[in-house]
């Protein structure tokens, strides 16, 4: 069997075009299934937070913040999400920005290093994702996290304790550090074999494209640093 490729994505649980670029390449991951040189994927997500400044008793929805702390008309807040919501809808994912509460993500982020030593952080992510921007679960709270850790498998007093005593907090700054070093700026930002990167939500096209030249060994490699 191939060696498996590795996909390191600079993702944020609140970012919108994180979850669509990160169902994008589901999809193509799915379309080039039955390819004669399909092989394995290694998929781990790494720490970016889009707005760190977020307080984290934050009370209020997507267009409170835009209004509140990027300066924007609440119309113009409104009309932007709106686009971002038929985006996610021609994803397959349905976004209620009515229900959304916005969030300081940082202990999500740390639960989500946990959940790579659990072996379930692409379980984790996509529960988070889901609970963020369909189910208006408000992921600055404690409780919320341990439970939708549960969900896919962790124990709760053992995320408590990661989570009460920050011990991933370090993975998470490591993370961020990372980023700026290859040059990041915004998520998603996707990095295939450690040679090759692009950011945004990309089409399904574009990550099946990168697969298949990859996979076939005729991908023009980038420098990520």
């Avoid at 996290?145 to 007093?157: K, S």
Wanted: net charge negative; hydrophobic share 40%.
């Amino acid at each position: 069997m191939s060696e498996p490729i590795r996909i390191d994505i600079w993702s944020d649980i609140a970012c919108p075009w994180c979850y669509i670029g990160k169902r994008h390449l589901e999809q193509a991951l799915e379309r080039t299934a039955d390819d004669e040189n399909a092989g394995p994927v290694d998929i781990v997500f790494h720490s970016y937070e889009l707005s760190p400044d977020t307080p984290v008793d934050f009370r209020g929805d997507e267009v409170d913040f835009l209004v509140a702390h990027k300066g924007l008309p609440r119309e113009r807040a409104a009309q932007m999400l709106e686009h971002v919501a038929d985006a996610a809808a021609a994803a397959g994912l349905e976004y209620r920005f009515d229900l959304l509460r916005h969030a300081n993500t940082v202990r999500a982020h740390e639960l989500l290093h946990l959940a790579r030593t659990e072996g379930v952080q692409l379980e984790l992510e996509e529960r988070l994702m889901r609970a963020y921007f369909t189910e208006g679960r408000d992921l600055g709270d404690l409780e919320v996290l341990l439970e939708l850790g549960a969900d896919v498998g962790i124990d709760r007093a053992l995320a408590r304790e990661a989570l009460e005593s920050n011990r991933y907090l370090d993975d998470v700054r490591a993370d961020e550090a990372q980023a700026r070093s290859i040059g990041v700026t915004g998520v998603p930002f996707f990095v295939f074999d450690r040679a090759y990167a692009f950011a945004g939500a990309q089409p399904v096209d574009t990550f099946v494209e990168v697969l298949r030249r990859l996979r076939s060994g005729t991908v023009e490699t980038q420098p990520t640093h």
